[in-house]
């Protein structure tokens, strides 16, 4: 029940942080600053690059983001790959031992997934799951520039939505460069490498829903994909397997009524290194 002393809340019209308009996207609920050059736009995407479930950078959390954008240190997520201590020393309260540490992660964070590239690009509707399933289909990374939205779509586990938002990013050629710059700059996606077929995963579909505790969405999709497995974004006859975590929605619910072997964390596990 409302209480007498609340006020009515209304969506804004406006970017709190630029003042520029805002729009409502037809199916979803947030709305949007449609001014590209936001700085809270740029600090958002930074921070997604950076994530633990993204390309994993430790020691430069969100104030110290902040205040390399407010610097002109970094501007794009591939600035973050020109780092350099004389800039990081200007950074208040960053001393040598933080900077150190930085710049360590900065440069392990260059040997990655396919997978975890693809997701920390930040691409509308593509999650952890689908761009696993992606990095899965096309090996590398310039098959994915010059993908056709047909050929998405044969994808399992790619719909319409996905398919899409891939083109309508790289179709912008600033996002192909910085991608290629990244590339230039020492990132280094490579496939992960699929164990035999005699794995208890093999040619399984598995559905993802929940938070957790020890991995990312990320993570668990990555270990069942180089274990010959499938991930699926819905629950379905062809699941075989529903992993679950904390707050599982309508997919536990639904693998329940179809009668779908449900999973926790800890059986996932024990079942990593298992061979039929």
């Known amino acids: 029940m409302r209480k007498n002393w609340s006020i009515k809340w209304n969506m804004p019209t406006k970017c709190p942080s630029c003042g520029s308009s805002v729009i409502n996207i037809e199916g979803e609920v947030a709305v949007k600053c449609v001014n590209k050059m ?125 398919a899409e938002s891939v083109i309508d990013f790289f179709s912008n050629q600033s996002n192909v460069r910085e991608v290629y710059e990244l590339i230039e700059l020492g990132v280094k996606p490579e496939l992960s490498v699929k164990q035999k077929n005699n794995h208890s995963f093999y040619n399984k579909m598995f559905v993802l829903t929940g938070k957790l505790p020890h991995y990312t969405r990320l993570e668990a999709t990555e270990l069942i994909v ?18 679950v975590g904390d707050e599982s929605g309508s997919k536990l619910a639904n693998a329940e009524k179809l009668g779908v072997k449900i999973i926790t964390e800890s059986e996932f596990v024990k079942l990593l290194d298992r061979s039929d």
Do not use: W
Request: glycine share 6%.
């Open 226 to 243: 180089e274990r010959g497995g499938h991930v699926g974004s819905s629950v379905s006859s062809k699941t075989d397997f529903v992993l």
């Open 38 to 162: 936001c700085k809270s736009k740029h600090l958002r995407r930074l921070m997604f690059f950076v994530a633990k479930g993204a390309m994993n950078i430790d020691h430069i959390g969100d104030k110290v983001l902040a205040k390399l954008l407010e610097n002109g240190f970094v501007q794009k997520i591939s600035d973050i790959y020109r780092l350099t201590k004389a800039e990081l020393t200007q950074i208040e309260g960053f001393k040598d031992k933080s900077i150190c540490n930085l710049l360590n992660s900065i440069e392990r964070s260059k040997k990655t997934t396919l997978s975890r590239l693809i997701f920390s690009l930040d691409i509308h509707h593509i999650g952890a799951s689908t761009a696993a399933i992606i990095a899965d289909y096309v090996k590398e990374i310039n098959n994915l520039i010059n993908i056709t939205y047909n050929e998405l779509l044969t994808i399992d586990g790619v719909g319409p939505k996905a």
